[in-house]
């Protein structure tokens, strides 16, 4: 089942054409002029487009701040590294739990060996 993403600008432009290649809807936050918008109104925008939203912003994984049910999915990459190659190799590993998992109402937390899954 193919979701829709919307991608945080602190996450390179590969991470939008990776979930595309899976078979996903991808938009970036640069490509809708959101960039250094607040993060509630890129928030917002990701609830009333349906998108979940991919970002290294710890802020979201903020569960009083950023209640998981009352989003379309939250995926926070909480990693050691920041570089291109690591990011994209950690979201390639969540990717695949996609067609297993839910996202819906989710936060998921992308580490370097696991996801953690919260409601």
Partial sequence: M????KID???PIEVAQLLKE???DASTVLEQDLGGSADAAVATACVDEARALV???GGFSDIRA???KTYPGLVALRLRR????????ALSRAIRLLGRETLQGRLWIVEERRVRIRS
């Fill in 2 to 5: 193919a979701l829709s993403f």
């Fill in 9 to 11: 600008e602190n996450l």
């Fill in 22 to 24: 899976a078979g996903h």
């Fill in 55 to 57: 970002t290294l912003d």
């Fill in 66 to 68: 950023y209640p998981p």
């Fill in 82 to 89: 920041h570089d291109k190659r690591h990011v994209l190799e």
